[in-house]
């Protein structure tokens, strides 16, 4: 498993990075990849994730999608590809009483800093990032880049930190504490800090 791709294809100059998490966005990832001057990397997830998105779903480079959204939102979850789907973590929130907005970057490269930025306006300033990818270069360090000066908006990241084995997805994503459980205590330690 590659986990510094992003961090290696974003630093590419004029290179765009696709990170879609369904088969409708992986298909227009593939479009827009194929018009777009330039290096481009997509990115895509090896398990078989449930579709997200309609096939009718308009997706553009530098624009993120809202996955969830309500007008009491307390923290702004940020994931991609298989992470995304963790982020299935929100319907768990509900029993626990607290509401999450939940973005869908789709390209890393260029990073939609506006829907990110009033999305942490929407949320206290809480921003969470969630990746199968090294701390270094990742979404995380995407999000803090863009984020960085703003006054009362931190990020909050879960990302993997060393190197790591062959196992079960279920199970890694629980070794490297990016799954669903993970996303919950996250969220609750963010909440409990107001």
């Not at 997830?45 to 530098?62: C, H, L, T, W």
């Not at 319907?91 to 506006?114: A, G, Q, S, W, Y």
Request: proline share 4%; hydrophobic share 45%.
């Amino acid at each position: 498993m590659a986990l510094e791709d992003l961090a290696m294809f974003r630093s590419v100059p004029m290179s765009t990075v696709f990170y879609p998490s369904d088969g409708v966005s992986t298909e227009k990832a593939v479009e827009l990849a194929a018009n777009t001057k330039g290096i481009c990397f997509i990115r895509t997830s090896r398990p078989e994730n449930a579709i997200i998105y309609s096939n009718k779903e308009d997706f553009q480079i530098g624009q993120a999608k809202v996955v969830l959204k309500s007008q009491d939102d307390q923290v702004t979850v940020i994931g991609a590809g298989v992470t995304l789907h963790e982020v299935a973590a929100a319907f768990l929130m509900k029993k626990e009483k607290i509401n999450i907005r939940v973005l869908d970057p789709f390209t890393i490269k260029p990073l939609d800093r506006k829907l990110i930025l009033d999305s942490a306006r929407a949320t206290k300033g809480r921003i969470l990032t969630v990746e199968d990818h090294y701390y270094e270069g990742g979404i995380g360090e995407a999000v803090s880049s863009a984020v960085v000066g703003e006054p009362s908006v931190t990020v909050t990241r879960l990302a993997i930190s060393q190197v790591p084995r062959s196992g079960k997805p279920a199970e890694l994503l629980k070794m490297f504490g990016i799954d669903k459980d993970a996303i919950v205590q996250a969220v609750k330690g963010l909440v409990s800090k107001a």
